[in-house]
C-alpha cells in the first residue's frame, strides 16, 4: 500500500485569527494536508474551543493560541510558547483591525489601535518568527493577509487604508532580507468576503445585493477560495514567489466603486 505523503507533514504553522473566517479556512487547509496548527485568538473562549474540538474530531492536529496581537507581551509569550516544541515554519498572518470612520470622525486612539494590530503586530511576529527559522535553517513561509484598502481609498476607512497601505509594503521589506535565508515572505490582498466579521457591517443578504452591483464576478468571495490562495503560497508550488502581493478580489480593482 502506497503511503500518502502530505504537503505539510511534520511542519508547525501558525495562523493569527484562526478559529473564524478566512483564517479557519486556512487552519484547516494547512492541518488537512498534515500540519500541526496554531490556532490563534484574541477573546471569544468559546468559538475557540468549538474550533479545536471540530479539528480534532476530523483528526487534525492543533492548538490554541490566545493573544491579541496588537499586544507586545501577549504576542512574544505566544511564539515562545509554540516553538517550544520546534520552530514554525508556516506563518500565516491574518487577524486585523478595522473601525469603518471617515478621515474628519477618526481620532487618535482609533488609529493608534488600527496600527497597533495591523502594521506593528504583524511586524513583530514576522520578525520573531523568523529569527527562530534563521537560527534553525528553516526555510520559512510567512503570508500576510492584505487588502485593496491598500491602494484605493474608501471615504468610511481612514485608518485601515492606511494600516494596509503600510502592510503592502511592510511586506515587500520584510521580504527582500529575508529570502537571504531562504524565507519567502509573500501577501494576498483579499477582496470582499463572506465571513463572521463582515456581519459587523452588512448582513449577508446586503452584502450578496452590493457584490451584485459593485464586483465584476457578482459575488462576495468565500472563505476557502481566499485560503486556497494562501496555502498555494505557503507550499512549494510557489516556490519562484518573493515579496509578491497576489490579488483575488472577483475583479473588483479592475473597476473600482466607492459605493461601498
Known amino acids: 500500500m502506497t503511503q ?17 473566517g478566512i483564517g479557519k479556512a486556512v487552519a484547516l487547509r494547512l492541518a488537512r494536508a498534515g500540519a500541526h496548527v496554531g490556532l490563534n485568538y484574541a477573546r471569544n473562549h468559546d468559538i475557540a474551543q468549538q474550533t479545536l474540538s471540530e479539528f480534532h474530531a476530523a483528526g487534525y492536529s492543533a492548538e490554541l493560541c490566545c493573544a491579541d496581537i496588537g499586544a507586545s507581551d501577549q504576542a512574544a509569550k505566544m511564539v515562545e510558547d509554540f516553538q517550544k ?18 478621515f474628519m470622525e477618526t481620532e487618535r486612539s482609533v488609529l493608534a489601535r488600527t496600527l497597533e494590530v495591523n502594521i506593528l503586530g ?49 511586506i515587500r521589506c520584510a521580504a527582500l532580507p529575508l529570502i537571504k535565508h531562504g524565507i519567502r515572505v509573500n501577501g494576498v490582498s483579499i477582496g470582499w468576503t463572506v465571513t463572521p466579521g463582515e456581519r459587523r ?34 507550499s512549494d508550488e ?9 490579488l483575488i478580489d472577483g475583479g473588483y480593482c479592475l473597476a473600482p466603486s466607492q459605493g461601498t
Not at 500518502?4 to 473564524?20: E, H, M, P, S
Not at 503570508?143 to 491598500?150: D, E, K, L, R, Y
Not at 471615504?155 to 494600516?163: G, T
Not at 452590493?210 to 505557503?234: G, H, T
Open 201 to 234: 457591517f452588512t448582513t449577508e443578504k446586503e452584502q450578496y445585493e452590493i457584490a451584485q452591483e459593485v464586483i465584476p464576478i457578482k459575488r462576495p468571495a468565500e472563505a476557502d477560495e481566499i485560503a486556497a490562495a494562501i496555502e498555494f503560497l505557503c
Open 238 to 246: 510557489s516556490s519562484y514567489a518573493v515579496g509578491s502581493i497576489m
Open 4 to 20: 500518502v505523503i502530505k504537503k505539510f507533514d511534520g511542519q508547525r504553522a501558525l495562523v493569527t485569527g484562526a478559529t473564524q
Open 122 to 170: 504583524n511586524f513583530q511576529l514576522i520578525q520573531l518568527v523568523s529569527k527562530k527559522m534563521i537560527e534553525h535553517a528553516v526555510p520559512g513561509r510567512i503570508v500576510v493577509g492584505t487588502s485593496p484598502h491598500g491602494t484605493l481609498i474608501f471615504p468610511d476607512a481612514f485608518a485601515y487604508d492606511v494600516s494596509k497601505a503600510g502592510l503592502d509594503h511592510l
Open 85 to 102: 516544541a520546534g520552530p514554525i515554519s508556516i506563518l500565516v498572518c491574518n487577524a486585523a483591525y478595522q473601525q469603518k470612520i471617515t
